[in-house]
Structure formats: C-alpha cells, structure tokens
C-alpha cells in the first residue's frame, strides 16, 4: 500500500463501486443501522405514495429530493469505503497458494518436502530460499536474508530478516531476494497478517467505536423528540385553521419535509463516513488498525511513551568534538582517531573518520599499502585499534585504555579524565585514543537528537499531551538527552517491569497512554497500554499485543498516529456542530410556510424573502441533500489538524462551523429559491 494515493473522486473504478453501492444500501435492513437515515428512507416512502395516490407534482419532487437525501448518505458510506475495498482487492491479488518447502528436521540443510501452503499448519518449520515467496506468517528461527516486503508495506527498499532478535518476524506473500532462512510458522492458512488485513481494511466489516455510538444514540434521540413535535403539529395545525377560520391544515409532505429538514440529518448521513475515512487515513500512513476503537482511543490519548534511540535520536552515537590532552594538538587527536577507525563498520567509527575529514581535511589512507594490521574490538579488551610501521593506535572507553596504559607503565592525564566526566555528564560518550602508549585525547560521541522533534513535542504539549521518553541509558544521559529534545518526562534505565509499571501509573490517574514496540520484552506494556503500536518488522509477541501495525516500523510514526485520530474527532465534531447549526435557516423557511397562511405574523420569520411556500419547503429540502454531497470530501479529507487545546478548539468550531453552519443555509436556500424561479 503505497503513501502515495489517488484522490477518491478521482478515481473512476471507485466512483463506479460506490455508485452500486449506494443502491444497494436501499436495503432497509443497512437503514435500519442508522436511526437518522432512516427516518428519512421512511418519509421518502410515505411522500412516494401521496404523490401517486394525489398526482400532486409538489408531492413528486419532495419525494424525489428525500430519494436523493438517502443516496447522497449511502453515496458518503460507500465512497468511504471504496479505497478500503480497492487496498483488500490489491492484496488478494498479493495472497497465493505457493509450494512451500517443509524441512524434516527443524535446521538449514535437512531433507525438505514440496507442500501447498494451504496444509501448512502451526508449527511447521519450512526453508525459504532466494527468489521463493514466504508462503505463510512466521518466525526465524534460523539465518539471516534481504526480504522484498513491497507488497505489504509499499516501500521498495528490502529489509533483513534474521533469527534471535526483533527482526524475526516474516509475512506470507513477501518474497526473499538473498540467502535463506528457516522458518517456523505461527499462523494457520486464512488467519494469516495478509488475510487480516484484508478483513480489517474493508470498510463494510468496521465495528462502530463507542464514541460514535454514543453520538448515534444522541442523534436518535434529538430525531425522536422532533418527530413526536412534528407528529402534535397535524392536529394543531387543523385547531389552528378551524379557530382562524382561513387558511388549510399542514399536509403530511409539508410535515415530512419539516421533519427531514429539523433532524441532524447531515451529520447523520456523513457519520459513518467519517469513521471509516479515520481508518483509510492510517492505511495511508501504511498503519493498520485492528479496530476502529483503536483509532479512535488515538484521538483520546494524552500521554506517549516514546524509545529515546531511533525515535528521538537517529539512533547511533556520533563523533562530535575531539579534545586534546596536554601538549597535543586537536589536529593531531583527529589523525589518531581517524587511523584507529578505519577499521571500524559502526556507524560511530565511520562518523569518527567522517568528522576529521571535515573538520581537519584528513583524508583516507590506503592503509594496506602500508602494511597495517588492524586490531578489531573485542569484548575483552573492549578497544580497538590498528598496528603499523611499529606504531600502536588505539582507541576504546576510559577504563580499557586506562587498564591498557598501565600494562605498559603509563597513566591517563588527569585532564583527560575530567574531560571525559564533562562529556558524561552533558549526556555523551567518551572514547580515549592513544598512540604509541601515550594518550592523546578524547572523542566526544552524542546521541544525536532529530531535527525538528522539539518543535513536535512543543505541539504536542498545546495540545494537552504530555510526552515521556524511554531509555536504557544512565539517569545522567536520559536527562541530558531529555532536556535537549524537550520531553516532559524521561524513564531512564528503564525495564519490562519498569514499563509496565509507568502505563498503570498514569493510567491510575486517568490518562490514556500510547507507546511503541517492536520486541518480545515490549509485549506487557503494550498490552497494558491504550493505543499500543507495535512494529511490522518486530517479533509476533509485540504485533499480537499491538492494536496497531505500523507497516514501515518507524516508531516515529506514534505522533502521526495520534494526529490521525485526533484529526477524526475533531471532524467529527466540527460536522456534527455544522449540522445542528445549519437546521436554524430551515425554521425560517419552512415555518412560515405551514403556517403563514393561518398566522400572517409568521411571515416575519421569512427573512430570505422566499417566493412562494412550495419553492420554501423545496428550497430547504434541496439544500438538505446537496449539503452532504458537498461535506463528503471534508468528511473523507479531514478537518486540518492544528494543535490547540480544548477551549481553544471549541472556540475555533463554534467560530468556523457553528457560525459558518447557521450563514451557509441561508445563503444555500435563497440561491436554489431564485433558481427555482426561473421554471
């Protein structure tokens, strides 16, 4: 599922699906599931009949636009929909029946049997090997292979499969590209990853979220009480008559258009769009949600627990500053350090060489030439280094070197130890670099924080969530890197217990707390917490405790997270206050209306200077079922998400849809009032 989508409307295959769609959620059973709609499906018929049995052409077209109000809902539903629909059609095509190859005993090398993947069964140990398909979820429990996981995560880069970590987890239906590895399976055939998400991404299996049943029940609710009122206006109206002596009753089209035009019908036919759009949101951001209560529990979360390394940091330590011992220059420690990691693959060795290139223009020597003979770290001696033309570069922590130079009768400079206590201090790394048993300075390696996360966690804070980092690291680095990234809280030295035991505290003072993972020590505190996102590429514990996959396992994906859901509760909200805003006009313009001609005084509320009380009541009830037509692509899009607080949110919707819902209809209902005229 690639990032990169093709707007709905603009999708003809969509746009046929969802018009099918439409008319076949006629059905009174699906309007049933909508209390609001349903009323309007029930007046449609009613208004149907009287224009038949009457010949009324008036009858005829409120009829016909109530038909319309009920399309254009089902239409919102089902275009919603459509891209989930088109992503489980895209995968379906990705899941296949491929031969599998079952290993007789459970290692690389053993005797294998061609099997369908369809009579693989939990517990299977299988060989895939470069250029195979993994037919079937798994786990690694041998070697190490570049794997093509395009199909399932959109992205073209392969990633590494390996045995004994958090990267142990494969899925059926991507391919191995390198090596091999051994697999054993962990899933039955029709209840793997694949055919969940197929399940999940459909919009038509979504289970309503509390908060929208709780909104659902609200709108019946305001849809009983105008019916009971529009019910007491028949025989009012005829009281009304008989005692004026003029005019005639309401007709019982004028009351169903009354009806439709006072209950929340917009948000009503716009509700269950929006939910399921919140859901299609995080599949663009290649996250599955395992239910829509997940998405929506994103919206509400005001706590995130956050991995310092590879979230707030990039994720491995670099060469900042060289500092000098005493009677040595910072030119000269740049050459020692450059010399003792050349040798060095880790990201921290290759960023040591890096910066004496660019600080002091050393550049690579062509240390084969010169006979060099590398020393490469080892536990034991925790250094590294190179040896050549007799001399002896080192380079590793303050206590190896410390040990190493007075094997050889030599000490650490005082100063070089103060330095390296700074630097501890201030959150870094030191490493010592000696050449020839001499030290000759200190490399200052730092976790380096992302660009741009202290901004996101200041929005963050306005908005009124509160960030916690997590961290292995000493209590005096987790408070350096803290302070630097601008968390509000940090959990140093943190473990499983210590997790878990942080989600129920702030849990225990009635917060919802999120949080990342990605191995099987994660698993608890992922279970424990609200909105837990576990990583595609972590191990089946974390993706079972999970209630959301991150596809592209980037654990920075948790802010986005949270701004989706946010974004779906506010549309929510900003809809539903347009949509009981909006019903004001239609009192000004179906009131008078029914009833001006019995109460002339009532012709006072007819401020847009309607013409006529049939072009009144079909002007509201016009503007009723165009208005959805025109949400549809807020209600799919999204309201913008801005980090405000609650009050100033609130005041923003007031402002924007409150106002704007009672300005919009007038204006709506005058334009197609003047239109009408001119037929």
């Not at 089209?253 to 035009?261: G, K, M």
């Not at 590879?310 to 010399?339: K, M, S, W, Y």
Request: proline share 4%; net charge neutral; with cysteine.
């Amino acid at each position: 599922m690639s990032k990169k989508h093709q707007s709905l409307f603009a999708n003809p295959e969509i746009l046929r699906g969802a018009v099918m769609d439409s008319l076949r959620k006629f059905h009174p059973r699906h309007q049933l599931k909508n209390p609001v709609m349903f009323v309007v499906f029930v007046g449609s018929i009613l208004t149907t009949g009287i224009a038949i049995k009457d010949l009324s052409s008036f009858s005829a077209w409120i009829a016909l636009w109530l038909w319309f109000t009920v399309l254009f809902g089902n239409f919102a539903e089902a275009i919603a929909e459509g891209r989930g629909k088109a992503q489980a059609d895209t995968l379906r095509k990705s899941r296949s029946n491929v031969m599998a190859k079952k290993l007789s005993v459970p290692q690389y090398g053993a005797s294998f049997v061609a099997t369908s993947s369809a009579a693989l069964v939990r517990g299977d140990v299988l060989l895939v090997e470069a250029g195979d398909f993994i037919p079937i979820d798994g786990e690694v429990i041998e070697g190490a292979a570049t794997v093509d996981e395009s199909a399932i995560t959109g992205e073209s880069a392969p990633v590494i499969r390996e045995s004994g970590g958090d990267r142990s987890s494969v899925t059926g239906g991507t391919r191995v590209l390198s090596d091999w590895l051994v697999i054993r399976v962990t899933s039955m055939p029709g209840e793997t990853f694949l055919d969940r998400m197929i399940g999940l991404v459909e919009g038509a299996t979504r289970q309503k979220t509390p908060n929208e049943i709780a909104l659902t029940i609200l709108l019946a609710s305001l849809t009983i009480v105008f019916l009971l009122a529009t019910v007491t206006l028949q025989p009012f109206s005829a009281f009304a008559v008989s005692e004026a002596g003029k005019g005639a009753p309401a007709t019982v089209t004028v009351l169903v258009a009354l009806l439709v035009c006072l209950i929340p019908t917009t948000i009503g036919a716009l509700l269950s769009s929006i939910g399921i759009a919140g859901m299609d949101r995080m599949l663009q951001a290649n996250v599955i949600a395992m239910s829509g209560r997940a998405v929506e529990a994103a919206g509400d979360v005001d706590v995130l627990l956050l991995d310092k390394t590879g979230t707030i940091t990039l994720g491995n330590r670099q060469a900042v500053a060289f500092l000098a011992a005493p009677g040595v220059t910072e030119a000269e420690v740049a050459d020692v350090a450059q010399l003792a990691s050349l040798a060095d693959e880790t990201p921290e060795g290759r960023s040591v060489v890096v910066l004496a290139k660019e600080k002091y223009g050393l550049r690579e020597r062509d240390l084969h030439a010169l006979g060099a003979h590398f020393v490469p770290f080892s536990a034991k001696t925790r250094m590294s280094g190179v040896d050549l033309n007799g001399r002896e570069v080192r380079k590793g922590s303050i206590d190896a070197i410390s040990a190493y130079l007075k094997a050889r009768g030599g000490e650490v400079p005082v100063e070089m130890i103060r330095s390296a206590e700074e630097i501890a201090r201030g959150g870094g790394t030191p490493l010592m670099v000696t050449s020839d048993g001499r030290a000759v300075g200190v490399i200052h390696l730092k976790d380096i924080v992302k660009g741009g996360i202290k901004e996101r966690f200041g929005e963050l804070r306005a908005a009124g969530i509160r960030t916690i980092m997590i961290t292995g690291d000493n209590p005096l680095t987790a408070a350096a890197i803290a302070a630097e990234a601008g968390v509000d809280e940090f959990l140093a030295e943190a473990t499983p217990e210590r997790k878990l035991l942080l989600i129920r505290e702030k849990q225990g003072e009635g917060r919802l707390v999120a949080m990342t993972g990605d191995g099987t020590n994660d698993a608890p505190a992922l279970a424990q917490a609200d909105v837990a996102v576990a990583m595609n590429s972590g191990t089946q514990a974390a993706k079972e405790a999970g209630n959301l996959i991150d596809l592209d396992s980037n654990p920075t994906k948790l802010i986005e997270i949270v701004q989706i859901g946010k974004q779906m509760l506010i549309t929510r909200g900003a809809l539903t206050t347009f949509s009981v805003s909006n019903d004001v006009a239609k009192y000004f313009a179906i009131l008078p209306a029914a009833f001006a001609v019995t109460y002339p005084e009532l012709n006072a509320l007819n401020v847009m200077g309607l013409r006529t009380p049939e072009s009144a009541i079909l002007s509201a009830v016009i503007f009723n079922a165009l208005i959805i037509v025109v949400l549809i692509p807020l209600a799919l899009k999204g309201v913008q998400y801005r980090p405000l607080g609650a009050a100033a949110l609130l005041q923003r919707h007031i402002l924007l849809y409150g106002v704007g819902g009672l300005i919009v209809p007038f204006v709506g209902i005058k334009a197609i009032d003047l239109f009408l005229g001119l037929f």
